[in-house]
């Protein structure tokens, strides 16, 4: 047989099931990469991006391109189609610049700076509301007493999936 339940346990235990419930129901519908996407959105079409700067890696645009590509495809349920999709993305990489940042007192450099930009055209073929064209940029330090040649193979990677994820929350995620 079971035990009464003293009255102060009583209001803890429905204490937690009125606040347990409340925060179910408020969740709502989740999804775990947080997009936005509409049901009838099927496909998307990402068109190779171009180098419209000089300097940075050979392979820079094609690396961005197959980042891109596979982000979608793992979180979304977007098929990647070559052309004709409901989303399209296309576009450029406007910039690969090297700066230098933090001076110091004797007027040298404390860091470098490496930084990509992308210029981005994306298209909403069910929704003409949310077509844009942006620059998206992104940058990543290193100490002034290297090079770029010891650091680029780090950071680009770094750079693109940054890229990658902020075009895609744009895009995707509605932010």
């Not at 989740?30 to 392979?59: R, V």
């Not at 949310?130 to 040649?149: A, G, R, V």
């Not at 940054?162 to 995707?172: E, G, S, Y």
């Amino acid at each position: 047989m079971m035990k009464p339940v003293s009255g102060f346990r009583w209001i803890i235990r429905t204490f937690f099931i009125i606040h347990f419930s409340l925060f179910i129901n408020s969740c709502g519908v989740y999804s775990f990469t947080g997009t936005t996407l509409s049901p009838d959105l099927k496909s998307i079409t990402i068109s190779n991006f171009t180098m419209a700067t000089a300097g940075g890696p050979a392979n820079l645009a094609l690396n961005f391109n197959e980042k891109l590509k596979e982000y979608y495809q793992r979180y979304t349920n977007l098929k990647v189609l070559p052309n004709n999709g409901d989303l399209s993305l296309e576009g450029s990489i406007t910039n690969y610049d090297l700066l230098a940042v933090a001076p110091t007192a004797s007027d040298q450099a404390g860091l470098n700076r490496l930084q990509v930009t992308v210029q981005v055209r994306f298209v909403n073929n069910k929704d003409e509301s949310k077509n844009f064209e942006q620059s998206f940029s992104f940058y990543q330090d290193f100490p002034q007493n290297q090079t770029l040649t010891q650091n680029e193979g780090r950071l680009v990677p770094k750079i693109l999936d940054q890229l990658v994820l902020d075009i895609f929350n744009k895009t995707a995620a509605d932010w």
